[in-house]
C-alpha cells in the first residue's frame, strides 16, 4: 500500500465511520472530553495499522476491533464520574430535543452502570451489529454474545424502568 | 418504557461529529510517532552529551574513561529499556479480537511493572561500578581515609539515585496501569467463559 492508497483509504474510513466511532467513544466513557480524546486515539491506530489492513475482514469488523482495544487500554484524563453533558445534543430536531436529550441521558448512565464488557457490547448492539460480528470484534463466541446480549437488553431495560431515569 | 429496537434507534439518532476537522485529525495522525521519536531522542542526546562531557574529563586516564563508560552504559540500558517498554505496548496487535487482546495487554503490563535484573543493573550497577573506577582512577594521591569516604559517598549516591529513579518509575508506572490492568482484568473475566 502506498502513500496515496494509505491516505484515500484513511479518508473512506474516516468519513464513512467516524459517528459510529464517536457514538462508542461517548458510550464507553463519560466523559466527552475523554471521548474525543480516545477518537482522536483510535483514528491513529487506524493509520498506524492501515499498511497491514488486507481485506481479509470486513473494514467495520477491523476498525471496531481497533476501536474496541484502544478503548480497553485508554487512559482516562478527567475523573471517571465527570458528568454526561450534551450526550444527544447534537442532530437532534429542536422540538424533540429535551425529551429526546433526556432519553438519552438515562440510556447513557444505564449503559455506563454496565461491566466493563458489556458496556463495549451495548454499544456494539446499539449501533445495530449483528451476533456474528459481535463476536468476532470481542472474540467470544456467538453463543456466548448471545447469552451476554440477553443480560445485557435485561440490565438496560431494568435500569430505564427505574423511577431516577423518569420511566423513559 | 421502550423496547430494545427503539433505544437503537434513538441511539444511532446522535449524529455526533468528532469535534477535530480531518485536517487537523491527518496532523495529529502524521505526528503522533513523531512525538515519541522526539521524547526518546531528547533523552539519547541528554545522555549523549553528558557521556560526551564526562569522556572529556576523563580523556587522559584509561582508568578513569573506563569508569566513565560503564556509567554511560548502565544509561544506555536504562533508556533501551525506556523504548522496548514503550515498543511493547505500542505494537500490541490492535486488530486482533478484544479477548485475546485483553490477556495478551495484561500480560505485557503485568511484565512492564516488574523491574527486570537488567534495569538494576542498569541503574544502579552501572553506575555504582563506573563512579568507583573513576575514583580509584583519579584519587590515587589522596590519603586512603579520604578514598575510602569518597568511595563510600560515590556508592551511596548511586545507589539511592538509582533507588529513587526505579522507585519513582515504578509508582508512576502503578498510578497509570493499575486502572488498565483492572479493567482488562474486568473485560477478561467477562467474557471468560465464552472466549474463543
Not at chain 1, 93 to 114: G, N, S, T, V, Y
Not at chain 1, 123 to 140: D, M, N, Q, R
Not at chain 2, 17 to 42: C, N, Y
Request: charged share 25%; glycine share 6%; hydrophobic share 50%.
Amino acid at each position: 500500500m502506498n502513500a496515496k492508497q494509505r491516505e484515500r483509504l484513511f479518508l473512506e474510513l474516516f468519513h464513512d465511520y467516524r459517528e459510529r466511532v464517536v457514538r462508542l467513544c461517548r458510550g464507553y466513557l463519560s466523559s466527552p472530553d475523554d471521548a474525543e480524546d480516545l477518537f482522536q486515539e483510535i483514528m491513529t491506530r487506524v493509520w498506524n495499522s492501515l499498511p497491514q489492513f488486507r481485506g481479509e475482514a470486513r473494514a467495520s469488523t477491523w476498525l471496531y476491533r481497533i476501536a474496541v482495544n484502544s478503548a480497553l487500554l485508554y487512559r482516562r484524563k478527567s475523573m471517571p464520574a465527570a458528568p454526561l453533558q450534551d450526550v444527544a445534543d447534537e442532530g437532534l430536531a429542536a422540538p424533540d430535543k429535551i425529551d429526546q436529550r433526556e432519553r438519552m441521558a438515562a440510556l447513557h448512565q444505564a449503559i455506563a452502570a454496565l461491566g466493563e464488557q458489556d458496556r463495549l457490547i451495548a454499544t456494539l448492539l446499539l449501533e445495530g451489529l449483528s451476533y456474528k460480528e459481535i463476536a468476532e470484534i470481542t472474540g467470544i463466541t456467538v453463543n456466548y454474545v448471545g447469552v451476554k446480549i440477553t443480560r445485557i437488553k435485561q440490565a438496560l431495560e431494568k435500569s430505564l424502568r427505574e423511577p431516577r431515569y423518569g420511566n423513559v | 418504557m421502550e423496547t430494545f429496537e427503539e433505544l437503537q434507534v434513538l441511539w444511532q439518532k446522535q449524529t455526533t461529529a468528532p469535534r477535530i476537522s480531518v485536517e487537523d485529525l491527518m496532523r495529529h495522525v502524521r505526528g503522533h510517532s513523531r512525538k515519541h521519536l522526539t521524547i526518546f531522542a531528547v533523552k539519547t542526546t541528554a545522555v549523549a552529551v553528558l557521556t560526551g562531557v564526562m569522556l572529556a574529563v576523563v580523556w587522559g586516564s584509561p582508568a578513569a574513561l573506563a569508569g566513565a563508560l560503564l556509567v554511560a552504559a548502565g544509561a544506555v540500558v536504562t533508556l533501551g529499556v525506556d523504548w522496548m517498554a514503550h515498543v511493547s505496548l505500542a505494537r500490541l496487535e490492535f486488530t486482533a479480537p478484544a479477548a485475546g487482546f485483553a490477556s495478551t495487554a495484561l500480560e505485557k503490563l503485568r511484565r512492564l511493572a516488574r523491574p527486570r535484573p537488567v534495569q538494576y543493573a542498569g541503574v544502579l550497577a552501572g553506575p555504582m561500578a563506573g563512579l568507583n573506577v573513576m575514583e580509584a582512577a583519579l584519587l590515587h594521591g589522596v590519603l586512603w581515609e579520604w578514598r575510602l569516604a569518597a568511595h563510600l559517598f560515590l556508592s551511596m549516591l548511586a545507589i539511592v539515585a538509582g533507588w529513587g529513579g526505579l522507585r519513582v518509575r515504578a509508582r508512576r508506572f502503578e498510578r497509570e496501569t493499575r486502572p488498565l490492568i483492572e479493567r482488562l482484568e474486568a473485560f477478561s473475566a467477562g467474557g471468560a467463559e465464552g472466549s474463543e
